[in-house]
């Protein structure tokens, strides 16, 4: 991949983060980029306690992971939905920055549940791909179903009570 190209698609990955507030990370091919670049920033995310900031990566893999959590996850790419997914807790990472630079990078918790998110969008895998119960592990979003008009803000308060 072109430096050019790679600097474009990330420029492309910010402003798609930046327009859908709580987006924490993104993956080119989220975009219909076909090249291995994500970007990640959990820095503004009450989750994100432990943070490396704004991560621009480049043919991101994961050279080691340990650990397992369970914790919900959502994805833009499925927006009406989350689900509990397990993922290592603590990971290291080989990935080249967009100067061109090869970087490693360790890192734990909710930073490194969203860097393992967008990988697996690099390597054609969805969150839904790693539940263990669709029946029991995925849930509908409230939030995204009240601004799409799906609901009545009065039926989710009804809900709400049950």
Not at 2 to 21: F, I, K, S
Not at 22 to 34: R, S
Not at 84 to 113: C, H, P, S
Request: hydrophobic share 45%.
């Amino acid at each position: 991949m072109e430096p050019g190209e790679a600097a474009a698609v990330a420029a492309d990955l910010r402003d798609t983060m930046r327009a859908h507030p709580g987006c924490v990370g993104l993956a080119a091919p989220q975009i219909g980029a076909p090249v291995r670049v994500i970007v990640v920033d959990v820095s503004a995310h009450r989750r994100g306690r432990r943070s490396h900031g704004e991560l621009v990566l480049l043919n991101p893999r994961v050279a080691f992971a340990r650990g397992g959590e369970v914790a919900r996850e959502g994805c833009l790419s499925i927006p009406h939905l989350t689900a509990n997914v397990r993922r290592a807790t603590d990971v290291v990472l080989d990935a080249t920055g967009l100067d061109g630079a090869r970087r490693w990078i360790g890192t734990a918790g909710f930073e490194a549940r969203c860097l393992l998110h967008e990988i697996d969008h690099l390597d054609g895998v969805l969150f839904l791909d790693r539940v263990d119960s669709l029946s029991r592990d995925v849930f509908r979003r409230r939030n995204y179903a009240l601004a799409s008009g799906l609901v009545s803000p009065a039926s989710v308060s009804r809900t709400k009570r049950r």
